[in-house]
């Protein structure tokens, strides 16, 4: 029994953690940096906040006789990478290695440069990775009456964070959202609530439209009847209904 009360609580921990987990990575931005004399082609390259970055560093110069050392680091002045880690000799002319996908977690400017065998062009300056802030997106649609296709006027729409009120044409927009997946409602009295699963990318917006069936309507029937009763002191009468 104790076996299986740990399992249980094993695997609501899981869960909980999977739920946990982000629903949206960055986009995989790839780059080879060509490095010569004095010179990284590209020197100035860029991705967004979360994005997974995939560096190639090529050694393209075949007149450096000298073996080559480079290392990244964070706009924190962090090292991140550095290839005599697993290339103790460096890069050799003609050599190139992709280094480990890692995501870009802070906005400012990474630098790659030189660490080893720069003596002879120590003037090789830093090149640079620039990451900002991704551009917020949006979710915008209409909602409708799923009978009549009639356009519903001050519905609701909810997302995990925030709200918006259809306007006279059953058009609504969320604005300021940051990429991920939403799970977006639709309600408004007399109809049944509808929801749908959006993701939302960087800078650009999304369309969902939602068709709201009427609410079923409940009769009640009224039985005829007379009573009286005495509760806590009262006199509660019940009247016929007619």
């Given at each position: 029994?104790r ?6 609580v094993c695997f609501?921990?899981?869960v909980?953690?999977m739920?946990a987990?982000?629903?949206?990575r960055?986009a995989?931005v790839?780059?080879?940096l ?14 967004n ?9 090529a050694?393209?110069?075949p007149?450096?006789?000298?073996n ?7 706009p924190?002045g962090i ?12 890069l050799?002319p003609?050599e190139?290695y992709t ?11 990474y ?10 062009h ?5 090149g640079?990775l620039?990451?900002t802030a991704?551009?917020p997106?949006?979710?915008?649609g ?12 001050g ?7 925030t709200?918006?009120?259809?306007d006279s044409?059953?058009?609504?927009k969320?604005?300021?959202?940051a ?5 977006v ?17 960087s800078?650009a ?8 069936s009427?609410a ?6 009224m ?20």
């Amino acid at each position: 029994m104790r076996k299986i009360v740990y399992a249980l609580v094993c695997f609501s921990v899981l869960v909980s953690f999977m739920i946990a987990l982000p629903t949206v990575r960055g986009a995989l931005v790839t780059y080879t940096l060509n490095v010569s004399y004095l010179t990284w082609d590209p020197k100035t390259i860029t991705a967004n906040q979360m994005d997974i970055v995939r560096l190639t560093i090529a050694n393209v110069d075949p007149n450096l006789d000298n073996n080559h050392g480079f290392e990244l680091k964070d706009p924190d002045g962090i090292v991140i990478f550095n290839i005599l880690t697993v290339l103790p000799d460096g890069l050799a002319p003609g050599e190139s290695y992709t280094i480990p996908d890692f995501t870009a977690s802070k906005v400012g400017t990474y630098t790659f440069r030189c660490n080893k065998g720069c003596y002879g062009h120590g003037n090789l300056q830093d090149g640079q990775l620039i990451v900002t802030a991704p551009s917020p997106g949006w979710i915008q649609g209409t909602v409708v009456d799923a009978v009549t296709l009639a356009p519903l006027v001050g519905a609701t729409v909810t997302t995990d964070s925030t709200s918006a009120t259809t306007d006279s044409t059953g058009y609504y927009k969320i604005s300021n959202l940051a990429a991920g997946i939403y799970t977006v409602t639709a309600s408004m009295l007399g109809y049944q609530s509808a929801s749908a699963t959006v993701t939302v990318a960087s800078g650009a917006g999304t369309t969902q439209n939602f068709a709201l069936s009427p609410a079923p309507i409940f009769r009640i029937d009224m039985v005829r009847r007379s009573a009286w009763a005495k509760v806590e002191g009262f006199s509660v009468t019940f009247y016929d209904v007619q």
